[in-house]
């Protein structure tokens, strides 16, 4: 019997990832039926079928299942092996695959990868923006490094490093910037903006304003914190955005800014990555070089 090979692990985990032969051969690169062939004999050599397949579904069968989760923790302590030779090596990480959410992306990552680059010219950065769940899901397979988001995540696999903390700010039509900051409990009246499910920013204004997840309520789910803006500006209702992104998002919106005094509402923002991997004192240098960059105006 045939042994099996990393690249038949590859090409089993795309597949099982993306439940599609033509997308895993594309995140692969290679053909459909280059994919199909390798999937074949692996399924031969192992004397059993990992995928069940109809002319529109495909997905794994229950032993495709646990077989999934023992190739992503080969396929990880590989990556994780070929990552500390490349460092021995070279003295620092010579790849980092950030991941980031997006309401800390867009306002953080123009200074990040600048100082970045600029401390570490030889290290290829690779970002990936998307929400806590999933930059979570690929950390433990994975496919990410390390990953910025807000604390906390209590996940005893992972290693979590606080950065900075960041206030909430209230956005307003700007003929309402003379108006009193109003209060938790007023605020909780209001038709406020919120951004769609699955954003933490999300809970955490809900948390703030003491409104349950769930709860029926007028007004706008956006996908972005730049939609929320530009709806207040137009005169529908209103929001909280991070103080990072104030000058981004405020600068082209007929909105004005309010601070609220007593009971402040704030994130804690901090980076993650698995305790399993060996560049941890590295990935420490690189969350310092973040709190530093964090600090600069």
């Known amino acids: 019997m045939k042994n099996v090979t990393l690249k038949q692990f590859k090409y089993f985990e795309a597949l099982a990832s993306e439940g599609h032969f033509g997308r895993a051969a594309d995140a692969c690169a290679i053909s459909q039926p280059a994919l199909s062939m390798q999937i074949k004999e692996l399924e031969e050599t192992l ?3 990992l995928f069940e397949r109809s002319s529109k579904h495909i997905r794994l069968t229950t032993f495709g299942e646990v077989f999934a989760l023992k190739v992503r923790e ?3 302590s590989v990556d994780e092996l070929s990552e500390m030779a490349r460092a021995s090596q070279s003295g620092f990480i010579s790849r980092l695959r950030l991941g980031i959410i997006p309401t800390i992306a867009p306002y953080l990552l123009p200074k990040l990868i600048g100082n970045l680059t600029y401390h570490y010219p030889e290290m290829d950065i690779q970002v990936r ?6 930059l979570i899901e690929e950390l433990e397979q994975g496919k990410l490094d390390a990953a910025i988001l807000a604390l906390p995540i209590s996940i005893s696999a992972l290693t979590e490093t606080s950065l900075f903390d960041e206030e909430f700010v209230l956005v307003r039509h700007r003929e309402d910037g003379s108006k009193p900051v109003p209060d938790v409990e007023r605020l909780s009246e209001m038709q406020l903006l919120l951004l769609e ?3 933490c920013f999300r809970d955490q204004a809900l948390s703030f304003c003491n409104i349950r997840s769930g709860l029926p309520k007028e007004g706008l789910d956006g996908s ?8 207040v500006g137009a005169g529908i209702g209103v929001t909280l955005i991070p103080e990072m992104a104030i000058s981004v998002e405020t600068r082209s919106a007929d909105v004005s800014i309010a601070r609220f005094d007593k009971l402040k509402p704030k994130r804690k923002i ?3 990555w698995r305790k399993t991997n060996p560049l941890q004192s590295r990935l420490e240098e690189v969350a310092n ?9």
């Open 289 to 297: 070089l973040i709190r530093d960059t964090s600090k600069v105006g």
């Open 129 to 134: 923006e998307t929400l806590t769940e999933k």
């Open 197 to 199: 499910e699955g954003h």
């Open 74 to 76: 080969i396929l990880r």
């Open 270 to 272: 901090g980076m993650v």
């Open 224 to 231: 972005s914190l730049s939609t929320l803006v530009q709806m």
């Open 47 to 49: 004397d059993c079928e």
